[in-house]
């Protein structure tokens, strides 16, 4: 399959405007990108190309019925230079549950991991090695087949485009837990990376944020008694010293972090609940002081520490710990994930 994929180099790199020292999160891209186009009924051979603007048709359906499906992921430098990925096949795994959802065609394993990995290969000067930064890594499927038959399109892109990147967020997160919007509903997407929920959850976290909080803390479309995720992460709630997060369902998206600090903890031997968690119980916890920590997991954020949160036009602080969870299971995870520690799990990959 490698032999497969075409390989149009860049006349001149820019990676010397770079400045890697101070990166922003997904906006500055990479040399190159991957494109494997989906045409009368099948994949057609990778191509890797210079990044560079896309033409597609006014009337491809993307536009128009948002068929459109994403991953995010990370590539790092150990110090031996090997680059290393994360459980990658976990986010092959789950583009092609969102696909089924949005009928799209499934993408085979080989091509997506054969095309990750040459894509690596070719732009691997552009992985970061200072600590905390790494090459975000964002593989998407959408429809680029024409018209405005509200059905699905023929024709299907798969790309995958890279960015090196620092942090998602500068510092803890301020949220408001949300009563009226939900980013989700029961039979509906929200367990698939379509990149519709996201839209839909801009107008509440923009409401959220003239309000002056960073993020939102979803809760479930139907009693909104339940936090469900804390705007694009999972999240943990720490009550004492028992960890909790919600199980996922329709509504809650599958993180590859979640599912990985689960493990973790349960083998630091933190105790670890996986249970619905209601509002009530947390605002009850934090008026005892029993509410130690909350923090946000996601592959952007990695764990994201909140500081306090909203709710009912009253505001709730959280303490600040010496040794919080949130730290423990951070280094834990990225010490696995640059070679700083043993893999007992399998999890990291080297290219
Ligand atoms: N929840 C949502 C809605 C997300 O967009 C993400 C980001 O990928 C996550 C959770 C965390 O998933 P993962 O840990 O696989 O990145
Ligand atoms: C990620 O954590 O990789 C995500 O996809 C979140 C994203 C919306 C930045």
Redesign the pocket.
Known sequence: MSSNIEIKHIEKSKIASVDFNNLP??SVFSDHMLTCTFKNGKWESPVIEPYSPISLDPSAKIFHYGQSI?????AYKDAEGNTLLFRPLENCKRLNKSAERLVIPQIPEEFFMQGLKELLKVDEAWIPTNEGSSL?I?PFMFASGNGFHASPANEYKFMICTAPSGA?FAGKVNVLIEEKYARAANGGVGFA?AGGN?AAQFYPTQLAIEKGYNQVIWTDDNTHEYIEEA???NIFVRINDTLITSPTNDRILD?I?RKSILQLAEDLNMAVEVRKISVAEVIVAAQSGALKEMFGT????VISPISGFGFQEKDYELPTLEMPFASILKKSITDIQTNKSEDPYGWRVQL
């Open positions: 999160f997904g994403f991953e995010g992921m990370k975000y964002r998602y990376k996201y705007g694009a992460m993180g972090t996601g592959t952007a954020a």
